[in-house]
Each structure stands twice: as C-alpha cells, then as structure tokens.
C-alpha cells in the first residue's frame, strides 16, 4: 500500500482497488472521465471500478481526498498498474492521461501533431475558458444564497460569448466549412476535445438558458444532439452513474 496515499479514512473500495480506479459524481466533470472510459471500454474493453461519492456533503474535502488530488475537486483517476499507485487530477489531464495509456491507436486523439496540436487547443480552451464561466452561472443562479443580478448576467453572457466561439468553429465561417467536431481535418473527429466540452455544453438548460438563447448556435445545437446518440455516452450519462 502507498502509504501517503491511503489511510485508514480511505474507503476500502478506493484503496483495495486494482488497475484504473475512477471516484466521480455525474456532474458535467465528472461525465467527461466517465465518457472516456467507456468509449475506450467499447474499442478495447478498457476496465476500470468506479467508488460514486456526493459531493454536497464535502466528502471529496476530507483528508484521504485531499491525499489524492490536494484540490478537493472529482473526479479523480487513480492507476494501480502503477508502483506507487498515480493518482490524476484535473479532467483535461486525466483525459489526456487516459489517451496516452489506454489509447493506443489514437481513436479518441490525433497522430498528426498540427491536429493534435488543434485537439490541444480546444481542450484547454474549454477547461479555461468555457468551463469556469458556465459553473459561476450554475453558482450564481441555482445554488448562490443571495441572487446577485450583476454576476448573474454576467456570467450568463460570458457562456452564450465562448458558445459563439465553439458555434464560430462548428460553423466553419471563416473556414468555409462546417465541421462535424471541434478538431481534425475536414469535417473534424470526435476526440478528447468535445469529450472535455460536451459534457458541460449539454447542459445549458440545468444552467438557466432558454431555447431562445441558444438557438443562434445551430451548429452548436446539432454537435450536441450528435455527440448525445453515442452509445458510450448515453451510458456515461445514465443510471450507471446515478447514486443510489
């Protein structure tokens, strides 16, 4: 056993665990791990054990948490194959991680390095840029004790701005082509970087947007409804998932 990674706090499913171990709760970050590694199930039979945790009750603040990623946030991928056990912080990371090791052929990445360099960029373009927005708008107007119209309206224009900047490269405006996905050659392939972004995007209603607000984005409506169709993403996305 590791011994400064686990203790007795940690649950024994979490520290008896073999191979990959992901602790998660289906929040949009959490669905982007859980969606990986279920496409990866589908392509190689990629295995993994899951420990489902509520993250209302700050269980992901207490020590043996901590331990594992200092940030207190899900989900977080532990990788036993590994002497000490690694732990992974961080979804774009751990996206990344998971392409590197468990992603041999490149399915869900790129072998070309200027399209991979694009996969890159809109990755840490959502995690940066998109991600940070939507959840102050899911803050502020769902959760936040005191309604505060300022941060309110602004995160919401904030969210509908990076919409029309992934509605701009969906479209192909300036390219002249409409693309399918975020990043690739021609129409683009579904890789890690709408993996990174769906999972978030999908949920513009949970965030307070109305159809109207949204329905500037066409391309952007019609990638959703793409990406919601897969097989391993309505599984990620399911009862599987669910606590119990």
């Known amino acids: 056993m590791a011994h400064h990674l686990y203790t007795d706090e940690t ?7 073999k191979g990959l171990h992901l602790v998660t709760q289906s929040t949009p970050n959490g669905k982007k791990v859980q969606i990986m590694l279920e496409e990866l199930a589908l392509i190689y039979g990629t295995t993994w054990t899951t420990t489902l945790i509520n993250i209302m009750t700050n269980e992901q603040k207490k020590d043996w948490f901590l331990r594992l990623d200092p940030n207190g946030r899900i989900p ?3 990788d036993n194959t590994k002497n000490p056990p690694f732990p992974v912080m961080e979804t774009s990371a751990e996206l990344l991680y998971l392409l590197k090791f468990a992603d041999k052929d490149d399915v869900f990445g790129f072998k070309d390095e200027l399209e991979r360099s694009q996969a890159l960029q809109w990755l ?3 995690h940066g840029s998109g991600a940070p927005y939507q959840g102050q ?3 502020f107007g769902k959760f936040a004790k005191e309604k505060i119209p300022y941060a309110i309206e602004r995160f919401r224009n904030e969210t509908l701005r990076v919409y029309g900047v992934l509605e701009i490269q969906l479209s192909g405006k300036y390219s002249g082509e409409p ?10 392939k579904y890789s890690v970087a709408d993996i990174g972004t769906w999972p978030w995007v999908s949920g513009w209603e949970f965030s307070g947007l109305e159809k109207k607000d949204v329905e500037q984005f066409p391309h952007l409506l019609k990638w959703i409804d ?3 169709e897969r097989p391993a993403v309505k599984t990620a996305t399911g009862e599987k998932y669910q606590q119990k």
């Open 76 to 78: 977080i991928l532990i």
């Open 179 to 188: 693309r399918d996905y975020l990043a690739g050659n021609g129409k683009g």
């Open 11 to 17: 649950p024994a499913e979490v520290k008896n665990a």
């Open 226 to 228: 793409r990406i919601a």
């Open 137 to 139: 708008l899911n803050h």
């Open 124 to 126: 840490f373009f959502w």
